[in-house]
């Protein structure tokens, strides 16, 4: 496999390294922003591009819905169709067959289920999450898994990651290795210990270029999801990158990079965004609230994006009320770009070895709230 990773300074468990790939390099920790349907919502790629992410995410499950991977790779593959030049994770669509999809069927072969837009019937099995993820062109290839769902008992966690180690290997004997191109094993479980173990140890066998930790964020709580991280991610291969699936707010971040994770995506600040809310170093902020309506300082000093550098407060929340669409791209380029700000101070604290003194302050900010 062809997918480079090196890793330049640690800081206790948090790694500062670069994915290569074939449509450039990633500077880790990184966050990929969601763009679920081919397209971060409210953002253009270039603004993604200018708040400061390299890598954006794209999922399975949606795109071979509708418009079709045949149809994207007719047209030149998912960099060209949304005119993304940078490099591409594509999720294996595991967990929206768990979440979205209709009278869906699991069974060894891969699953069977109805299409949440039209109840069409759709079958998805490892080869063929594989062979989708080719044809958009995903520089990485997430393997097909089962997304257990949360709470589940230890004997149904058991037998939905064994299901899922056994596709993992249907996907590895499936996938092209190709230069600057990687395929990402699963880790299941749940919340049981053992079950993790047993599931790297799965991964690890079979080989990967990197490994993702999936089944999180599902309802189980932070204190839940940081044990299984110190369980799970010191015995996946320290030399190949470490990706928990679907996380999370800023402090599940910096909490999970202390813990030796690598990638991060999640729809929370585009979803915000859309909803009024912002991230800031002093917490969240609703835009909605009348306090805003008078208020002419920007969102947040010393942020840098076009919400914080040209409009007010009192302008955001007029927006936000008169549910104008500018209010919601302002503010999904806000909070991307307050992501990648958080991801870019990690970088440097672990350089110079002060992520703990980062995670002091952070934690402090936070704690003090908007005033």
Not at 36 to 49: G, H, L, N
Not at 64 to 86: T, Y
Not at 211 to 240: R, S
Not at 347 to 369: F, N, S, V
């Amino acid at each position: 496999m062809s997918l480079g990773f090196a890793i330049s300074a640690r800081d206790g468990a948090a790694r500062r390294g670069r994915l290569s790939t074939a449509h450039g390099d990633v500077e880790t920790p990184a966050f990929m922003p969601v763009g679920t349907a081919a397209t971060v919502k409210a953002m253009r790629p270039e603004d993604v591009a200018q708040a400061g992410f390299a890598m954006i995410l794209a999922n399975t499950y949606h795109l071979m819905l509708r418009p079709g991977a045949e149809r994207i790779a007719a047209l030149g593959g998912l960099h060209r169709f949304m005119h993304w030049p940078g490099p591409i994770l594509t999720d294996s669509g595991g967990f929206q067959v768990m979440s979205l999809a209709k009278l869906r069927k699991i069974s060894e072969d891969g699953v069977v289920f109805q299409s949440h837009l039209d109840g069409s019937r759709h079958r998805l099995t490892p080869e063929r999450a594989i062979e989708i993820q080719r044809l958009l062109d995903a520089d990485i290839t997430m393997a097909l898994d089962e997304c257990t769902p949360f709470p589940a008992t230890e004997d149904e966690a058991q037998q939905s990651m064994e299901r899922s180690m056994r596709w993992a290997e249907r996907c590895k004997r499936t996938f092209r290795d190709m230069p600057g191109y990687g395929l990402f094993g699963i880790n299941q479980g749940g919340v049981h210990g053992a079950l993790r173990l047993a599931s790297a140890k799965a991964l690890t066998g079979i080989g990967f270029d990197g490994y993702a930790i999936g089944g999180l964020a599902v309802g189980e709580g932070q204190e839940a999801m940081f044990a299984v991280l110190d369980t799970t991610v010191t015995v996946l291969p320290n030399d190949k990158p470490h990706y928990l699936m679907g996380v999370g707010k800023p402090d599940d971040l910096l909490g999970a990079v202390m813990r030796g994770i690598d990638l991060f995506d999640c729809v929370l600040p585009t979803r915000s965004g859309r909803t009024a809310q912002a991230f800031t170093r002093f917490g969240t902020v609703n835009l909605r609230n009348a306090r805003h309506q008078d208020d002419q300082r920007p969102l947040e000093e010393g942020c840098d994006c076009p919400a914080c550098r040209f409009y007010s407060r009192a302008y955001l929340h007029h927006l936000a009320r008169a549910g104008e669409i500018l209010g919601a791209m302002l503010l999904t380029h806000h909070n991307l770009r307050y992501y990648a700000r958080l991801m870019e101070q990690m970088r440097a604290a672990i350089e110079t070895r002060q992520l703990a003194a980062l995670g002091d302050e952070l934690t402090r900010d936070w704690a003090r709230g908007d005033r």
